[in-house]
């Protein structure tokens, strides 16, 4: 079913409606403290009551500063700001995880956190064993992110990114070593109070997962999947699963939706010039990012939308977004399909900046030339052959800005193909192919041969 179908089964304002009936109700209504302001809207969590904020704060992008060695560390003190205006703004949701931000992130998130009572929050953290399958690893990962956050309970506790390496791989990090068995007691003991998966992977992957839920070998109380305009129906199908299909999956069993990547990275956000003039013709006064946000809020199956808000400037944006939440209409939706058609004809690489990837063996700054990249293509400054207009300075402008922006070590000509980043990137990236691909293109201006 595409979205012009699925539009015209449901219908847009149906939606909406339909929120009430799948469980995942929009209110704007106080917190579980009774702090916050009314303008959030909250979705209500079917298995539990939870009242979630419709935008969830993703801690995947915390603000990064140099200590007095010269290591990169969490700005703290940014993060204990950022924190209290979210929460001020009725921000309920953190989303983080023990891999996160060289594993600096759950600590970070549980300082910021711990000075607010703990029923006035939702914690959501995972079980990140993508290098130790061992017991002992993960029961210690799983133990150590109580002390790291400051909780004596989770309340949305994820197995994270399965999927990628299909069944046999879920095999080894959940199965055989008894981790799903154990986090079932422990969801029992009421140390995880709903338990899921994110997903990165295939459609059979994704069907071996639903599958477990159907039989009744676990209940999978929530799942987060990759959801935005683009991936909606566009997704390659290869290495990710159009988010339709599972989004549908999940609805069809009342199982709660939480949302990764609305902005692809922060893509959606940074669209190329003519797909930017499109949106501002319809909405001057909003940013770019509104739009990704109110096509994925549109959805009731959907329970918090993650946004990894570096500074201020984003929260106070998503919040203007969140405050005043409007879902889209039918017109807009098949709007929002034009806008995709669009996106998907640049030559982008879909990296979401996650920075699983790093750090590279060989130095190589993979996420930075990949930004660089992309951006050169958003901002219109891409060199595309001899004959195009204005040829020479954008040339000029994008080999002085790629040395600037990126060492001349750490650049992609030094890459040799190990393929030792390939089996960290969720987005299955085939990242010394697209390292080769640049470079190949770089050598070509800086020859002239383009």
Same mark, same amino acid.
């Given at each position: 079913m595409d979205r012009r179908q699925f539009i015209k089964t449901t219908g847009a304002g149906a939606l909406t409606a339909a929120a009430v009936a799948a469980g995942c109700a929009p209110r704007r209504d106080d917190n579980k403290s009774g702090n916050t302001p009314s303008g959030m809207p909250y979705r209500v969590n079917p298995n539990n009551g939870d009242r979630v904020s419709l935008l969830g704060y993703g801690c995947m992008r915390w603000p990064m500063i140099k200590d007095a060695s010269g290591a990169d560390i969490i700005d703290q003190n940014v993060v204990d700001e950022l924190v209290e205006h979210a929460m001020a703004n009725g921000v309920n949701y953190y989303d983080t995880s023990p891999a996160y931000l060289q594993g600096q992130s759950e600590r970070a998130a549980g300082l910021a956190l711990k000075r607010y009572p703990r029923d006035s929050y939702y914690i959501a953290t995972k079980l990140s064993n993508f290098g130790n399958f061992s017991p002992e690893a993960s029961l210690r990962m799983y133990r150590d992110s109580f002390e790291q956050m400051y909780t004596d309970y989770f309340d949305y506790y994820l197995l994270h990114s399965i999927g990628g390496g299909g069944w046999e791989q879920f095999k080894r990090r959940y199965l055989d070593n008894g981790m799903v068995d154990f986090l079932k007691k422990e969801k029992e003991a009421g140390r995880i109070r709903q338990l899921g998966f994110s997903f990165h992977g295939n459609q059979q992957a994704f069907d071996d997962f639903i599958a477990m839920h159907d039989r009744g070998e676990i209940h999978w109380d929530f799942v987060q999947i990759q959801m935005n305009y683009i991936d909606w129906t566009h997704a390659d199908g290869v290495r990710n699963v159009n988010a339709e299909y599972l989004y549908k999956q999940l609805d069809d069993r009342e199982i709660p939706i939480t949302i990764m990547e609305p902005l692809q990275g922060g893509r959606l956000a940074n669209v190329p010039a003519n797909v930017a003039t499109r949106f501002k013709e319809r909405e001057p006064d909003k940013s770019i990012?509104?739009?990704?946000?109110?096509?994925?809020? +549109?959805?009731?199956?959907?329970?918090?939308?993650?946004?990894?808000? +570096?500074?201020?400037?984003?929260?106070?944006?998503?919040?203007? +977004? $969140?405050?005043? $939440?409007?879902?889209?209409?039918?017109?807009?939706?098949?709007?929002?399909?034009? !806008?995709?058609?669009?996106?998907?004809?640049?030559? !982008?690489?879909?990296?979401?900046?996650?920075?699983?990837?790093?750090?590279?063996?060989?130095?190589?700054?993979?996420?930075?030339?990949?930004?660089?990249?992309?951006?050169?293509?958003?901002?219109? +400054?891409?060199?595309?052959?001899?004959?195009?207009?204005?040829?020479?300075?954008?040339?000029?402008?994008?080999?002085?800005?790629?040395?600037?922006?990126?060492p001349t070590v750490r650049q992609a000509a030094h890459c040799i193909s190990c393929g030792e980043c390939l089996s960290h990137c969720p987005q299955s990236i085939a990242i010394p192919k697209e390292l080769n691909r640049i470079n190949r293109y770089v050598e070509k201006l800086k020859r002239d041969t383009l």
């Open positions: 990012a509104s739009w990704a946000f109110r096509f994925v809020g +549109t959805y009731p199956r959907v329970l918090t939308i993650l946004s990894g808000m +570096t500074d201020m400037a984003p929260l106070k944006d998503n919040l203007d +977004t $969140f405050l005043d $939440f409007k879902p889209l209409n039918e017109e807009e939706l098949e709007f929002m399909e034009e !806008m995709a058609v669009m996106m998907k004809e640049y030559p !982008m690489v879909n990296c979401n900046d996650c920075n699983y990837c790093m750090p590279c063996p060989w130095g190589i700054d993979i996420p930075g030339i990949f930004r660089h990249y992309n951006k050169m293509i958003t901002d219109g +400054t891409f060199a595309q052959s001899s004959e195009q207009k204005e040829y020479a300075r954008l040339r000029r402008a994008y080999l002085v800005s790629y040395d600037r922006a990126i």
